[in-house]
């Protein structure tokens, strides 16, 4: 039973949701202005969970056929048979079931957009198959899930959660633009798109590049229209440099460090997003 979670654990990369649940929790605390009540809170972090693994489990089921193709992944829990093909469409089948639960415990309208979030899930592993901007599919993921806090917490979009929204979207698309260098030949051989098979390392660099600009400009933005005080503004300057750091490690020579740049660098951005968020809205009013 222990390596059989152990192999689901892996399937999913369930440490990858430190990309996403800090972000949610960030936009918690932009929206409702500090902690809402514990059984939101809950539901709001089981849907995010249950809706990570989802995806994750459709892009692995979806993606079986290249991934067994792929050098890079031949040892992965889908590939080697640690975890069948039909246990991966039933982990996804029952997380989706389990964001949908979630959404009707916090209110009727987040009940009836959750649809809206499992179809994303399911569009972004099949996008590879015909359109080169894939990593803006996934960019709509993660676009929704400040979105959807804010409907779950006030059954209305505000528009800081869009402008949130906005810069997480061009930060998971960025980072998948550079993460998606280590398979441009396989995509090209195989048939698969993305942006840096289509336009090549150098100028799939450059699109990552913009797109993380982007993403401090909706930053910005997200602290214009949630009201938030300079410790927000300081806390971005810091995670400028993050970013700067991620792209100094990519090189178009040098692709050795995608690993450190995909994982840890957006690992610390992450958490450090939501220390900056939490910090100014606890001390921030104070000052």
């Given at each position: 039973?222990?390596?059989?979670l152990?192999?689901?654990a892996e399937?999913?990369?369930f440490?990858?949701?430190?990309f996403?649940?800090?972000?949610?929790i960030?936009?918690v605390?932009?929206?409702?202005?500090?902690?809402?009540?514990?059984?939101?809170?809950?539901?709001?972090l089981?849907?995010?969970?249950a809706?990570?693994t989802?995806?994750?489990?459709?892009?692995?089921f979806?993606?079986?056929?290249?991934?067994?193709?792929?050098?890079?992944?031949k040892?992965?829990?889908?590939?080697?048979?640690?975890?069948?093909s039909l246990e991966?469409?039933?982990?996804?089948?029952?997380?989706?079931i389990?964001?949908?639960?979630?959404a009707?415990?916090?209110?009727?309208l987040?009940?009836?957009?959750?649809?809206?979030?499992?179809?994303?899930?399911i569009?972004?592993?099949l996008?590879?198959?015909?359109?080169?901007?894939?990593?803006?599919?996934?960019?709509?993921?993660?676009?929704?899930?400040?979105?959807?806090?804010?409907?779950?917490?006030?059954?209305?979009?505000?528009?800081?959660?869009v402008?949130?929204?906005?810069?997480?979207a061009f930060?998971?698309?960025?980072?998948d633009?550079?993460?998606a260098?280590q398979?441009?030949?396989f995509d090209?051989?195989?048939?698969?798109?993305?942006?840096?098979a289509?336009y090549?390392?150098?100028?799939a660099i450059?699109?990552?590049?913009?797109?993380?600009f982007?993403?401090?400009?909706f930053l910005?933005?997200?602290g214009v229209?949630?009201?938030l005080?300079?410790?927000?503004?300081?806390g971005?300057?810091?995670?400028?440099?993050?970013l700067?750091?991620?792209?100094l490690?990519i090189k178009?020579?040098?692709?050795?460090?995608?690993?450190?740049?995909?994982?840890?660098?957006?690992?610390?951005?992450?958490?450090?997003?939501?220390v900056?968020v939490?910090?100014d809205?606890?001390?921030?009013?104070?000052?």
């Amino acid at each position: 039973m222990i390596n059989k979670l152990k192999a689901y654990a892996e399937l999913i990369k369930f440490e990858h949701t430190i990309f996403a649940l800090p972000f949610a929790i960030s936009a918690v605390f932009i929206v409702e202005k500090g902690l809402p009540s514990l059984d939101k809170l809950f539901w709001i972090l089981v849907a995010v969970i249950a809706g990570r693994t989802a995806g994750m489990a459709f892009n692995r089921f979806f993606d079986l056929p290249f991934d067994k193709l792929n050098p890079r992944s031949k040892n992965w829990a889908s590939v080697s048979g640690k975890v069948k093909s039909l246990e991966i469409f039933l982990l996804a089948i029952f997380s989706s079931i389990v964001l949908v639960f979630s959404a009707y415990q916090l209110n009727q309208l987040a009940f009836y957009l959750s649809p809206v979030a499992i179809l994303l899930l399911i569009l972004y592993p099949l996008g590879k198959r015909f359109t080169n901007y894939v990593h803006l599919m996934l960019g709509a993921v993660y676009f929704i899930i400040p979105i959807a806090v804010s409907v779950a917490l006030k059954g209305t979009v505000e528009l800081s959660s869009v402008f949130l929204g906005l810069g997480m979207a061009f930060w998971v698309s960025g980072f998948d633009i550079l993460y998606a260098l280590q398979d441009i030949e396989f995509d090209r051989k195989i048939g698969l798109h993305s942006i840096p098979a289509k336009y090549g390392i150098k100028k799939a660099i450059f699109f990552a590049r913009f797109f993380h600009f982007l993403t401090l400009i909706f930053l910005v933005l997200t602290g214009v229209y949630a009201g938030l005080s300079y410790i927000y503004y300081i806390g971005l300057a810091f995670l400028t440099g993050f970013l700067v750091y991620e792209h100094l490690l990519i090189k178009e020579n040098d692709l050795s460090k995608i690993n450190k740049a995909f994982f840890t660098i957006n690992g610390f951005i992450s958490i450090l997003f939501m220390v900056i968020v939490i910090l100014d809205i606890y001390i921030g009013g104070l000052l």
